[in-house]
């Protein structure tokens, strides 16, 4: 992993006063904010938006060649150790406090973006600041002290930078191809320059213990509906922790680097040269990155293709140990007691202990999901879960952890039973019924999601068409090769089992076209708690 840490110069050469990036390594200056938590995911949308539009607005005279024409003939990551051939780029967002903050180097967002070239979608993978890990440097706490730790021990940023990425992909198993940071105050002025964003407040907000800046507390609040707001509202709106939890506000950042990106590439904005370059000179201030300006208008010129649909959050939290019926995607952690972390209220993931914190293969295969696998949550599938064992509960077991990685299983019907005491497991599923159906995987009709939240029962179901689990046919049903869609492919990560197509589901023969059905057998201990 290599990191190239380049400075935008805001006061040089060219039409816009756009200097050369060096390719050495500069620190970036900071300017003071009003707090250490930042949203280092909305740097990105920025830094894209604000590059390709000063570029490519250029006056032709200042320029040898057609920019336009030549973002398409660029390569990704020329230079460095980047393989141009990978087709998901995945590129580190950090916020920090900087400039005279008395916590200036806590990153307290840290993100994952994963842009699948192919498939033409960014995940977003949100990791919680209080996330307990061991140090590189020693000792262990919060991994928002991760890159302060290293880089005041080395008297260097970007050995930091690289302290933080190495520990992202040990616990995400995702290798960090870039990075990109943004400061406090760049978000605020950047946002009043675009002429603010507009977002949709689920129901009322209310934070009655907001940081006034001055060692005390103010009330904020936004009334539920879409509404226009400004850098320092879009700001307190993403940083309020005390009306919510830690996991919603990683989303409402996601939510809000949707608006960005959409008010970003508005017509207005890209036809506005006075508006890109207060932008360009703003962030130039702002942002740290590695990113050559090659790279940046390769992703660029693919950010401002990308429709807001294909955007997909995903977060950590610990709602699964509350139960099945709170059990929400991405709940693969918990929280322990503090008596083993010195009274701290952290996080663990699911399967460590305090003695032994470092349990990522979960939190691992989750990254692969959102990384790899977007189209599931994109257009989810409805699973049904059958116990075909003598053991109670087990259809529950299994949908409990399913549900923790994003699968959509039904609140009525979701979880069923039958009397054939299957000794290997099998997976089922039915085509959609309009296979040139817009909106779906691969042009297939999207089935409609289910909730996550509500609690569901385990029913029995007597099958009128049974397959058997050794892949041969039985009542027309064929065994066929494993098709090329996410879902079925997603599951394939957590079941070595036979997968066939068939007409109706053998045990919930009323479910929708594009289904499917987990036959669990004797052998499901292979499979359970993945």
């Known amino acids: 992993m290599s990191f190239r840490k380049h400075r935008l110069d805001s006061a040089s050469s060219g039409p816009l006063g756009m200097k050369k990036i060096s390719k050495k390594f500069v620190t970036l200056p900071r300017k003071n904010i009003l707090s250490r938590i930042v949203l280092g995911s909305l740097a990105i949308m920025f830094f894209f938006f604000v590059?390709?539009?000063?570029?490519?607005?250029?006056?032709?005279?200042?320029?040898?060649?057609?920019?336009?024409?030549?973002?398409?003939?660029?390569?990704?990551?020329?230079?460095?150790?980047?393989?141009?051939?990978?087709?998901?780029?995945?590129?580190?967002?950090?916020?920090?406090?900087?400039?005279?903050?008395?916590?200036?180097?806590?990153?307290?967002?840290?993100?994952?973006?994963?842009?699948?070239?192919?498939?033409?979608?960014?995940?977003?993978?949100?990791?919680?600041r209080d996330l307990y890990v061991k140090y590189p440097t020693g000792g262990s706490g919060r991994i928002n002290e991760v890159f302060m730790r290293a880089a005041n021990r080395n008297k260097n940023q970007e050995e930091g930078i690289k302290?933080?990425?190495?520990?992202?992909?040990?616990?995400?198993?995702?290798?960090?191809?870039?990075?990109?940071?943004?400061?406090?105050?760049?978000?605020?002025?950047?946002?009043?320059?675009?002429?603010?964003?507009?977002?949709?407040?689920?129901?009322?907000?209310?934070?009655?213990?907001?940081?006034?800046?001055?060692?005390?507390?103010?009330?904020?609040?936004?009334?539920?509906?879409?509404?226009?707001?400004?850098?320092?509202?879009?700001?307190?709106?993403?940083?309020?922790?005390?009306?919510?939890?830690?996991?919603?506000?990683?989303?409402?950042?996601?939510?809000?680097?949707?608006?960005i990106k959409e008010q970003a590439f508005s017509v207005q904005n890209l036809v506005n040269p006075a508006k890109i370059r207060s932008l360009y000179l703003t962030l130039s201030e702002h942002i740290v990155t590695d990113l050559s300006i090659e790279d940046i208008l390769y992703l660029a010129n693919f950010v401002r293709g990308l429709d807001s649909s294909r955007m997909v959050s995903f977060n950590l939290s610990d709602s699964c140990f509350q139960g099945f019926a709170y059990c929400e995607r991405g709940g693969l952690l918990y929280t322990p007691q503090r008596a083993f972390f010195n009274n701290m209220s952290v996080l663990l993931p699911d399967g460590a202990s305090p003695s032994d914190i470092e349990e990522y293969a979960r939190i691992q295969t989750y990254a692969e999901l959102a990384s790899r696998y977007s189209e599931m949550f994109l257009s989810p599938r409805p699973v049904y879960v059958v116990n075909s064992t003598s053991v109670g509960g087990v259809a529950g077991d299994f949908a409990l952890m399913l549900r923790k990685y994003g699968f959509t299983i039904p609140d009525s019907g979701g979880l069923l039973s039958n009397k054939d005491r299957e000794k290997k497991t099998t997976i089922f599923y039915t085509l959609p019924s309009d296979p040139d159906a817009e909106?779906?995987?691969?042009?297939?009709?999207?089935?409609?999601?289910?909730?996550?939240?509500?609690?569901?029962?385990?029913?029995?179901?007597?099958?009128?068409?049974?397959?058997?689990?050794s892949g041969s046919s039985v009542d027309g049903a064929t065994a066929v090769a494993l098709p090329d869609e996410d879902t079925i492919q997603a599951l394939s990560l957590f079941f070595f089992v036979p997968i066939q197509q068939v007409d109706v589901l053998p045990d919930a023969p009323d479910a929708p076209p594009g289904s499917i059905e987990i036959l669990i057998g004797a052998d499901y201990d292979l499979f359970l708690n993945k």
């Open 163 to 259: 302290a933080l990425a190495s520990m992202v992909e040990k616990i995400t198993g995702q290798p960090i191809d870039f990075y990109v940071g943004v400061d406090f105050m760049g978000f605020i002025k950047a946002v009043d320059v675009l002429g603010g964003i507009t977002v949709d407040v689920p129901e009322k907000f209310v934070d009655t213990q907001y940081p006034d800046g001055n060692w005390g507390y103010t009330t904020f609040s936004l009334d539920a509906g879409a509404q226009l707001i400004d850098g320092a509202t879009a700001l307190k709106y993403a940083r309020s922790r005390h009306s919510t939890s830690d996991f919603d506000r990683s989303l409402r950042q996601q939510e809000i680097l949707r608006a």
């Open 51 to 128: 590059s390709f539009s000063v570029l490519a607005n250029l006056p032709k005279d200042g320029w040898s060649f057609d920019l336009l024409g030549a973002v398409g003939r660029l390569t990704l990551g020329a230079g460095s150790d980047y393989d141009p051939g990978k087709p998901i780029v995945n590129v580190l967002l950090t916020g920090r406090g900087g400039g005279d903050h008395d916590a200036p180097d806590l990153t307290d967002t840290i993100m994952l973006a994963s842009m699948n070239l192919e498939k033409k979608s960014v995940s977003f993978f949100s990791i919680p």
């Open 439 to 469: 909106g779906g995987v691969d042009g297939r009709e999207a089935v409609e999601p289910v909730s996550e939240s509500s609690s569901v029962s385990e029913t029995t179901a007597e099958p009128e068409n049974a397959i058997s689990a």
